[in-house]
């Protein structure tokens, strides 16, 4: 699967997650637990792309970290294109 492909389905997780909230009002309903994990998956994959990515770039002795503590969230998102999702 490629990274739009996974910031698509992310996407879409999102907005469920929101209806699911909105609809069950329990965050640890066991359903939103399972669309939630499914989404981190599908992050971790998209990070795992995106830092296989950059190192195809710049070589393998280099690496990306995707987001440091350092890093305020708008300062990652410019560095590297990483896919933010907020939630309202």
Known sequence: ???????HRLQLLQRRLCEMAGDL????????VAVSQEADRL????QRLRKEEAEGRKGPESTVSLLTASQ??????QQSGTLFMKNS
Do not use: H, V, W
């Open 1 to 7: 699967m490629d990274t739009s492909e996974l910031i």
């Open 25 to 32: 009002g329990n965050l640890t309903d066991p359903e939103i």
């Open 43 to 46: 992050i971790i994959q998209l």
């Open 72 to 77: 305020t969230a708008e300062e990652a998102r």
